[in-house]
């Protein structure tokens, strides 16, 4: 399993930016997929997840990031909306992903993309 992400950059407070990942490779099933960040000093702490349809935010971004994804593409999406300085970070696409029906699962780790906010 492969994730790409896509979609960082430098914004001002306030502004909005979305981040993608497509998933790619042989694999059974690939659920919860969702995003983690890493501000510098910082753990990385889960961002948004979404799992069979349901969400879960983290409160820091609770009414301003929104998760989807496209079942057909094997794609996540976080719109990420009223950024903040604080939000600043290395955003990761993690998935937990089966590769058959009989394996177990893993997290799978995209390779990281900037979210810089100005203030």
């Known amino acids: 399993v492969q994730l790409q992400a896509s979609g960082g950059g430098l914004v001002q407070a306030g502004g909005s930016l979305r981040l993608s990942c497509a998933a790619s490779?042989?694999?059974?099933?690939?659920?919860?997929m969702g995003w983690y960040r890493q501000a510098p000093g910082k753990q990385r702490e889960l961002v948004a997840s979404?799992?069979?349809?349901?969400?879960n935010y983290a409160d820091s971004v609770k009414g301003r990031f929104t998760i989807s994804r496209d079942n057909a593409k094997d794609t996540v999406t976080l719109q990420m909306n009223s950024l903040k300085p604080e939000d600043t970070a290395v955003y990761y696409c993690?998935?937990?992903?089966?590769?058959?029906?009989?394996?177990?699962?893993?997290?799978?780790w995209g390779q990281g993309t900037q979210v810089t906010v100005s203030s």
């Open positions: 979404i799992s069979d349809g349901s969400t």
């Open positions: 490779g042989s694999f059974f099933s690939l659920n919860p």
């Open positions: 993690n998935a937990r992903g089966q590769i058959t029906f009989w394996s177990g699962s893993r997290d799978y």
